[in-house]
C-alpha cells in the first residue's frame, strides 16, 4: 500500500482522456453532485455534440477518478513539502515503519511492498541514506540480500508527521459522509480488483 497514496505527477497540464488537470473542484457534496455540476460533465456534452454516435459515459468515472487522484497529490505533496520531505521519501519510511517490529526489509521486499521498481527503489533509498533517514547493509547470512532500515531519525520523522498526514487526507475526504467514504471506498477496491491489482479487496 502506497502510504500516501501519491507519485510524481504528470508533466502535463490535461489528463489522458482530455480532462483539465488544473481545474478547481466542484464545492458540492456528494449528495448535492446533479449531471452538469462539473467539468467532466461539461467535456461529456462536447463529446457528445461532437460524436454523438459514441458513448463516452466511462470518461466520467475514469476522468472523475483521475482529476480527484491530482487534486488529492496536489494537497499531500504541498502537506510534505512544507515539512522538508517529499512524498515518495514519507511512502518509503512509513513502509519500513508498518511493516515489522524491527522497521527492516529486504529490497525487494521493500520495493513490492512501497509499489515502486527495483531501479527507482535504488534511487530512492540512495537519497533517504544521503539523509540519514535510512540505514543500507548486506544481510549477514546472505551477501546477496540488501537490508534496508529506517534510522532513529528515520522513526522520529514518521512519528511526527503521520498524525498531521492523516488530517490532511481527512480535510480533503471532509465533502463526504462517512457510508460515502465507505460506499466509495469499496468500489474503488472491486475496480482496482478488476484492473489486476495484486491484494485488492
Same mark, same amino acid.
Given at each position: 500500500?502506497?502510504?500516501?497514496?501519491?507519485?510524481?505527477?504528470?508533466?502535463?497540464?490535461?489528463?489522458?482522456?482530455?480532462?483539465?488537470?488544473?481545474?478547481?473542484?466542484?464545492?458540492?457534496?456528494?449528495?448535492?453532485?446533479?449531471?452538469?455540476?462539473?467539468?467532466?460533465?461539461?467535456?461529456?456534452?462536447?463529446?457528445?455534440?461532437? %460524436?454523438? /454516435?459514441?458513448?463516452?459515459?466511462?470518461?466520467? #468515472?475514469?476522468?472523475?477518478? +483521475?482529476?480527484?487522484? &491530482?487534486? =488529492?497529490?496536489?494537497?499531500?505533496?504541498?502537506?510534505?513539502?512544507?515539512?522538508?520531505?517529499?512524498?515518495?521519501?514519507?511512502?518509503?519510511?512509513?513502509?519500513?515503519?508498518?511493516?515489522?517490529?524491527?522497521?527492516?526489509?529486504?529490497?525487494?521486499?521493500?520495493?513490492?511492498?512501497?509499489?515502486?521498481?527495483?531501479?527507482?527503489?535504488?534511487? %530512492?533509498? /540512495?537519497?533517504?541514506?544521503?539523509?540519514?533517514? #535510512?540505514?543500507?547493509?548486506? +544481510?549477514?547470512?546472505? &551477501?546477496? =540480500?540488501?537490508?534496508?532500515?529506517?534510522?532513529?531519525?528515520?522513526?522520529?520523522?514518521?512519528?511526527?508527521?503521520?498524525?498531521?498526514?492523516?488530517?490532511?487526507?481527512?480535510?480533503?475526504?471532509?465533502?463526504?459522509?462517512?457510508?460515502?467514504?465507505?460506499?466509495?471506498?469499496?468500489?474503488?477496491?472491486?475496480?482496482?480488483?478488476?484492473?489486476?491489482?495484486?491484494?485488492?479487496?
Amino acid at each position: 500500500m502506497n502510504d500516501t497514496l501519491t507519485n510524481e505527477p504528470p508533466g502535463n497540464d490535461t489528463l489522458a482522456n482530455g480532462t483539465p488537470a488544473n481545474g478547481t473542484p466542484a464545492n458540492n457534496t456528494a449528495g448535492d453532485c446533479a449531471p452538469g455540476n462539473d467539468a467532466v460533465d461539461q467535456i461529456l456534452g462536447q463529446w457528445a455534440r461532437a %460524436r454523438p /454516435d459514441v458513448d463516452c459515459s466511462p470518461m466520467g #468515472v475514469a476522468g472523475r477518478i +483521475s482529476r480527484a487522484s &491530482r487534486l =488529492m497529490e496536489k494537497g499531500i505533496k504541498e502537506y510534505f513539502t512544507g515539512h522538508d520531505l517529499e512524498p515518495w521519501e514519507f511512502d518509503v519510511l512509513a513502509t519500513l515503519f508498518r511493516s515489522s517490529s524491527d522497521h527492516r526489509l529486504c529490497m525487494s521486499d521493500l520495493a513490492t511492498a512501497a509499489m515502486v521498481s527495483s531501479a527507482a527503489l535504488t534511487n %530512492r533509498v /540512495d537519497r533517504l541514506v544521503a539523509r540519514g533517514l #535510512v540505514h543500507r547493509e548486506v +544481510s549477514p547470512t546472505n &551477501r546477496r =540480500m540488501v537490508l534496508i532500515t529506517l534510522t532513529d531519525e528515520g522513526r522520529a520523522v514518521v512519528d511526527t508527521l503521520l498524525e498531521g498526514h492523516v488530517a490532511n487526507e481527512e480535510r480533503m475526504l471532509s465533502g463526504l459522509t462517512a457510508e460515502d467514504r465507505e460506499r466509495l471506498s469499496g468500489l474503488l477496491c472491486k475496480l482496482l480488483s478488476s484492473l489486476g491489482d495484486v491484494g485488492s479487496c
